[in-house]
């Protein structure tokens, strides 16, 4: 299995409910962002990914969730908000990387493999095949 990969940090902050603080009220993580394409097979110009777009794609992401409440863009586009959520989980917020991702670099046929470390050794992920 090949593989290409980046990585980025993003601080952004978000609400656990029913969680005590610090957890339960608004507080900042800063989050590294780890990306992994993998394949059986390089591609037509010997590639996992074309490396560029995937950074580009990373980087752009980042760009939009720096400082920013993930419960207002991340939590709003999978349903986790309100009373009765979970709230932004990290694993929850590695897929929805997965999903920005994914449509971003395209390579069908490639696992996209994503972990969202919220600090330098804890992390959720999310893995899946590109469509």
Known sequence: MYETGTEREVRAFHVMPDMPPPEGERHSHDYRLSLVVSREQLDEKGMVVD???????LEDLTKRLDNADLDEIVGKEIGATGSDSAGVTVEAFAHWVHGKIGAAIGSAGST?????????????GYSGVLA
Not at 51 to 57: E, S, T
Not at 112 to 124: C, D, H, I, K, M
């Open 112 to 124: 996209l493999s994503v972990r969202v470390y919220e600090n330098a050794t804890e992390f959720g």
């Open 51 to 57: 490396l560029d777009v995937l950074v580009g794609a």
